[in-house]
């Protein structure tokens, strides 16, 4: 398990560290790090599967948005006709005062749920990068996160903690709740998440490590199937010296349960 | 309909209770049925045949959202959804009558009897979002108690449907008011609103309290005073 440092890695300039696998050839983001490494594996290539391979789990953070701000007037009407069509098949009468504008109102509020498709990180992060001879914890703890569930529609919500190890770079602070807001405000699955919000800081700061955890309520499972009301679901990601060094990861854990 | 066939029936309702003393409290039942009504086109048998026609909207969905609907996490998430939502709306074919036809006892209690913190979950009409929360419920019996699983299964019946919660919290206490002819119901619900921590205002923190008054506990202070002082015990 090697650092998760720049430039000069056997694995292709990837300072994903290598604890995940890939289904797929995955873009690796160019940039300082990529100089010495294989040029193909460095060239930004959006990872669109061919019609029956396996789609890469994780997306590049700098791949392509798969919808625009334009695209989300084009798409009301078609939504808003879905969404009568749902009210119809509850067999409610969308007619009736309290449902006239409903499905209008649903589906700006799912385009807004899913307002992440249309944001990249790098948009994001591009200014607040600062040099800092700083090698101390940084963590950002209780950054509350709503989410949608991708099998059922529904919403998860609940909070996330970051903490990182700098490698003479820092983060503005609001930038990593704007990273767990690009991440979240999608159709995902929790441990997704965890794992998108860990890489796209360690591959925009390449610091010396990243922890991520994730402590969430589900809705599927409070509101329907199993309903049990108090259930949580924790995951989470660390990533270099997080991963390697207990006492790093210890203290992260101690100071964001303080 | 969910009640609002017609509103006028609110209103003369509502007036009744005001205007009458406890012994009033029998409500027409013609006129308050109304206020509990919901869509009669929803029938149970009737949800595995709507099921195409919601899988359809809720792929569209998908795909007007940006998303890859033939990816492996969302392939059946239309199928789910669908489910999901008609698991969350099935209050429309519940009724009273069915879930209360034998626990209703006689007993010679005439105290208060609350049963609170009952965890409630329903469906915004206007955004089609969850909110939940917690519903407290008080009846003063006229010598007719209810099991109490029965006030919480009331609950259910009311809250899975596209709700306000303000009507919520009515349907509640006049399905019990019809249910017992007691003395007085209360109901408080204390509720976040997804949407509103979600989008719009994201005020995290914010819950909406609505509260229906019937019977005693309208007319009598010390009666109301009494419940909310006890449902409220932390």
């Not at chain 1, 589900?218 to 049990?228: A, L, Y």
Request: overall charge neutral; some cysteine; hydrophobic content about 40%.
């Amino acid at each position: 398990m090697e650092h998760s440092e720049p430039t000069e890695q056997a694995d292709g300039g990837s300072a994903l560290n290598g604890h995940f696998d890939r289904t797929g050839k995955r873009p690796v983001p160019g940039g300082s790090g990529c100089a010495s490494a294989a040029a193909s594996a460095c060239a930004p290539q959006p990872p669109r599967a061919e019609p029956g391979a396996p789609r890469p789990v994780m997306e590049s953070w700098r791949e392509e948005r798969t919808r625009s701000v334009e695209d989300n007037q084009t798409s009301l009407p078609s939504l808003a006709a879905a969404y009568t069509t749902i009210l119809r098949g509850l067999g409610e009468d969308p007619q009736r005062q309290g449902l006239l504008k409903t499905p209008w109102r649903a589906a700006t509020a799912m385009q807004f749920f899913t307002k992440g498709y249309q944001e990249k990180i790098i948009d994001v992060l591009n200014d607040a990068i600062f040099d800092e001879d700083h090698d101390e914890m940084v963590i950002v703890k209780d950054i509350d996160m709503f989410s949608m569930c991708e099998h059922h529609l529904v919403p998860i919500f609940g909070r996330v903690h970051i903490g990182y190890l700098p490698n003479k770079r820092v983060l503005g602070l609001s930038k990593l709740a704007r990273i767990v807001e690009i991440y979240s405000r999608r159709l995902q699955v929790q441990e997704r998440l965890t794992k998108q919000i860990a890489v796209a800081i360690t591959e925009a700061l390449k610091p010396t490590g990243v922890g991520v955890v994730i402590e969430a309520t589900h809705m599927c499972m409070v509101m329907r199937g199993v309903q049990k009301m108090n259930s949580k679901t924790v995951t989470s990601t660390m990533l270099g010296v997080f991963r390697e060094d207990p006492k790093t990861r210890d203290e992260f854990l101690a100071l964001i349960r303080s | 309909m969910n009640g609002h066939s017609n509103r006028k029936v609110n209103d003369t309702v509502e007036e009744f209770h005001r205007n009458n003393s406890f012994n009033g409290l029998v409500i027409d039942t013609k006129n308050s049925a109304e206020l509990r009504q919901h869509g009669t086109s929803r029938e149970e048998d009737a949800d595995e045949c709507r099921l195409p026609a919601l899988e359809a909207a809720y792929a569209s969905i998908l795909r007007e959202l940006g998303e890859d609907a033939g990816r492996q996490g969302l392939l059946r998430t239309p199928l789910r959804a669908a489910k999901a939502m008609q698991f969350l709306t099935k209050g429309y074919h519940e009724t009273i009558e069915d879930i209360l036809n034998n626990a209703i006892f006689d007993e010679d209690h005439d105290e208060m009897v609350i049963v609170k913190n009952i965890d409630v979950f329903s469906l915004c009409e206007h955004h089609l979002v969850p909110f939940f929360g917690k519903v407290h419920i008080g009846y003063i019996p006229n010598k007719k108690v209810v099991g109490l699983s029965k006030l919480a299964r009331i609950v259910e019946i009311f809250s899975r449907r596209l709700q306000v919660q303000e009507r919520l919290t009515k349907q509640i206490a006049v399905g019990i008011s019809q249910a017992l002819e007691p003395k007085g119901v209360a109901v408080v619900i204390e509720a976040a609103h997804m949407c509103m921590i979600m989008r719009g205002v994201q005020k995290m923190n914010s819950r909406t309290v609505t509260s229906t008054m019937l019977g005693v506990y309208l007319e009598d202070p010390k009666t109301r005073e009494e419940f909310l002082s006890l449902s409220k015990s932390a």
